[in-house]
DNA sequence: CATGAATGAGCCTTCATTCAT
DNA sequence: TATGAATGAAGGCTCATTCAT
């Protein structure tokens, strides 16, 4: 491939970036409804014309955005995935990196909401629908495996149905994002940071599905340095770890 | 008042509720934004004209929905929280009613996702809007007051915040029933009833709290047929209880 | 129907003949292509929503033109078809009618090329489709039955295929129009009425079938004196008769 | 001019070629509108830019392929006029040498129809414009010199206007071909073979001008089988001659 | 000369809302 | 009170044309 032909490909991405990073700002403000492509050709300083030379559709547009986020988050499962130490640890690298995306990706879960309707996959492209996919099930192998591995380890309890963990995993992690983030609830149940609760919570399925060591049996603050300082070394976000 | 005027008023309401009915039935068919007022009148049998008697814009019109569901789910809850037995006994019949909700409204979740957006409720009526926490606080208050029962009678550890145990039950129910329909994860945990799992779910947070009885404490499934003969008698859509 | 309805019906049909009345304009004035619904709701002073409850598309509109044009043919071509006198005489009082037609319409021809394309029909409304079938037919019939007449009454020559006949016919008057407006054509050709030419050719194609009584057999004159009188009685638009 | 030059000019050529092989083909299958620059870009392999160092505008392009088309008549029109014989036996070689084009150019006269409105001519260049005058005015001179000769030669009755005759034939001609590919009538007239139809029409209308010899007075089959040998010699599409 | 990315005006269509009857 | 015809703003998408490289 010639340089020039390279710097393209270059330009061709960061321009994809750009529309993409507007397009999930604006998307996230107003709704996917309310997301008007004529502003978003005037927040990207390009016509509207070149947001169709990179996206299909609107809902193609929109489905990329979630495949970008996804990929991030895949990205930041597998490292996490293979944090030296106990399944359980591993387990919380994971819990600790989707708080981690959650922090980047305050609103993903609202994104992920809006593919739900069914008219909506039929205007994505194929390909697009493809990427979602494969991220998709990254995201679950990575968090499936460690299950798995507790299992065969014993640090979860013979019989145990490895899909039935993950997916209790991934409703507490989503509830308590969903939830979290919701105006009412906060005020109703006096939070004040989400992510903690979240984390916490992680810890009362584990503990509840008797994944070992329990909570009260490890300490698991040295483990949250650890991951901080072996995962995630430039991670300001996270206060407290 | 007239005998004509509360005939009058019955009617009003009987047609609102036949709004409310269609209009439910399409907002889970199409999605909120191809919710169609014409159709709408089409099935409603009414003119147009006629949905704005009742409904100040469509966003009042969708908000009402969530309404009168969140009221029904609320009136449940209020009925579970007076089960007679054991605190922890006392909210497995409320996450019986949230689940036996789920089945009657099984998308309420996604129409309560609707009204994520900002600009939503700047379109709804004020009254909309007040009665719509009214219902919300009900809930919470139900939940919130056995939780509270329990840290009292010793049932949950001294020092626990009720909030965060009812931060926790919420997130994992909806967690749970938002995750459960979706296809991608129903394939890759090998879900057949999201129910059932939601229920063990919920176990799973409790025990982790460590509300007494535990799960291995207590013969749970007595006072499951308790909760469906006393509170949930006419019920017949879950078949184990 | 009350009589309210049937005021409310008239002025629907009233706008529906305003509409295609300024839509044709535009149409033979623009092209297909041109035609712009913007302007076309400036022009009859409705709004673009108003167009769009009489009309499906914008080819249902294009298509409802043609058909009201081809539905006043079919009128006209009935109404003579019932002159009496020789088969002849009859064939010319639908060659009367046409031209008669051409003058009301001048570019209805023009309008029937539009819709060659196939991408066209597949957006016209089915009932529409249908109306265009049920008026071509109509105009077909009434002069294919003069000729089937003619051979019957020994006026063409037996053996004669009565549709090969009308195929005739239709190519010399369409062709004679279609080429008469053509000003290139007018300049070489040096014609000042494309009609009166039109009306010969056909003349020209009857003698080339032998179709009794031939031009100089009969007094054809006499004859388009009794169509005028007798069938287009207020026609004031073609000079001579 | 140098040899590159030369080379240079011949491959331009080539390329227009090309490009209006490809436009062509396009331009029937979809009609003017849906005539695309980008497909048509793809289909030559050349940029979009390209094809407008060529052609002025989409309209230029589409002028540029009927005047290729009006020539390539013109020239046939040419040949055919020199062939020996009466005059009726020249006629009827343009008549054949019309087929022949409409055989090869199957829907000519569409692209001539599209040509029709105003806006399109303004948006062709001046070159393009004069040069389908010319092609045009070759096709009327081949034509009605043969008709001015047949009145000299007393074959038409002394006093005929050429144009006049000129003017029928155009029009039975182009009416056949029209109307001949219109489905509706093909069915309603029930005709197989178009061409032949529109050649027989060229007799009737001949016939009718009592152009000598007349159909039944001269052996038309051994004219076209010579026509067919002097002058279209390479021709197989026509079965009959 | 050749390219093809970028443009942006233009257009059809939808649909929540209004209001005269 | 009930209607539904009329509105018109809004928005997704196209594509002929341009121009920097």
């Known amino acids: 491939m010639s340089v020039t032909a390279t710097r393209k490909e270059r330009e ?5 970036e750009l529309i993409l990073d507007h397009a999930q700002r604006l998307l996230l ?3 996917y409804q309310n997301l008007n492509l004529d502003e978003l050709a005037r927040a990207i ?5 070149t947001i169709y030379l990179h996206f299909q559709t609107k809902e193609d547009l929109t489905l990329a955005i979630a495949v970008r986020a996804l990929k991030e988050r895949a990205d930041m499962f597998e490292r996490a995935a293979k944090f030296a130490g106990r399944t359980r640890e591993r387990a919380r690298a994971i819990g600790f990196a989707c708080c981690e995306f959650a922090v980047c990706h305050r609103d993903y879960f609202n994104i992920e909401m809006m593919l739900k309707s069914a008219s909506f996959w039929e205007k994505a492209s194929e390909d697009r629908r493809r990427a979602h996919n494969v991220q998709a099930g990254r995201c679950f192998r990575s968090m ?5 591995d ?3 380890e014993g640090d979860l309890p013979t019989g145990t149905h490895s899909e039935h ?8 992690t989503m509830g308590s994002h969903i939830v979290g983030v919701n105006p009412d609830i906060q005020f109703y149940c006096g939070i004040e940071n989400p992510l903690e609760l979240a984390r916490r919570n992680q810890d009362l399925v584990c503990d509840g599905w008797n994944w070992r060591p329990l909570l009260n049996e490890w300490d698991y603050s040295a483990t949250d340095k650890r991951i901080k300082a072996e995962i995630f070394p430039d991670t300001t976000l996270l206060k407290s770890a």
Request: charged content about 30%; proline content about 0%; hydrophobic content about 40%.
């Open 45 to 49: 300083e390009y016509s509207k014309g």
């Open 12 to 16: 061709r991405s960061a321009r994809e």
């Open 150 to 152: 507790a299992i065969r």
């Open 165 to 172: 963990v993950v997916f209790s995993l991934i409703a507490i």
């Open 29 to 31: 403000r107003d709704g």
């Open 144 to 148: 499936n495996t460690i299950v798995q």
